[in-house]
């Protein structure tokens, strides 16, 4: 079966929502429900990582380097979310933008250095939270942040032809209604959305027919969807 390595953040390990509510716990189910045998995912998240920490996870995890054949080996699919850390830190754009290139191209070496088989979520806007709108921070220079954390994000994976999955509009649109008992992070119904829109997207890198019900997606692989 299909093998799929989910790399990220609080995001992608579903802090505050049971296992079963996870986004790629979700959308696993949703391919299987396609008729795709894919297997668990396999999560290498933590809250509170930014992307220089998820990248010592993977070298501790023996995930290789581009160009390595050393390590744990390849994956069928690759999925990234990072970045939310780096803004909540006040972190600069330069440095995100340099760090989220490199593990992208982690991203893509752990997927056969095949593009066409890792995907990338774009972060989430915390900032319309309840705990985004308790924070005393300027909540429109959040917004304002993410979206330049995203657009550089977005711009890499055009660049190196990877699926880009914008998931901050249903976020910003949801996310202070569909939020977690800690007032934070997402619920298992906004990872739920997310996984809806990823859906196409997996169907068409694992090279699955889409139902009818999804073909409107107007999917392309290295624009947003």
């Known amino acids: ?22 986004w790629p716990v979700q959308l696993a189910r949703r391919l299987r429900a396609h008729g795709v045998a894919i297997d668990e995912p396999r999560i290498l998240a933590t809250t509170g990582w930014t992307t220089d920490e998820l990248a010592a996870a993977m070298d501790a995890a023996r ?12 994956f069928d699919l690759v999925s990234l979310l990072i970045g939310v850390n780096n803004q909540y830190r006040g972190r600069p754009l330069d440095e995100y933008s340099e760090q989220f290139a490199a593990l992208l191209a982690r991203a893509i070496a752990l997927a056969g250095h095949r593009p066409d088989r890792v995907f990338v979520l774009a972060i989430p806007d915390w900032g319309v939270t309840p705990f985004g709108q308790d924070s005393g921070r300027d909540t429109a220079r959040i917004a304002a942040e993410l979206d330049a954390f995203n657009a ?73 969807v």
């Open 1 to 22: 079966m299909p093998s799929w390595l989910a790399l990220g953040d609080s995001y992608t390990i579903g802090e505050a929502v049971p296992e079963h509510g996870r």
């Open 152 to 224: 550089a994000a977005a711009a890499e994976c055009a660049r190196r032809g990877v699926a880009f999955v914008d998931i901050a509009p249903v976020s910003r649109a949801c996310g202070a209604v569909l939020v977690a008992a800690d007032g934070l992070h997402p619920s298992a119904d906004l990872h739920g959305e997310w996984a809806r829109l990823a859906e196409p997207v997996v169907l068409r890198l694992l090279g699955a027919p889409l139902p009818p019900s999804l073909c409107r997606s107007g999917f392309s692989r290295d624009a947003s």
């Open 63 to 74: 995930l290789a380097l581009p160009g390595d054949d050393a390590g744990t080996g390849t």
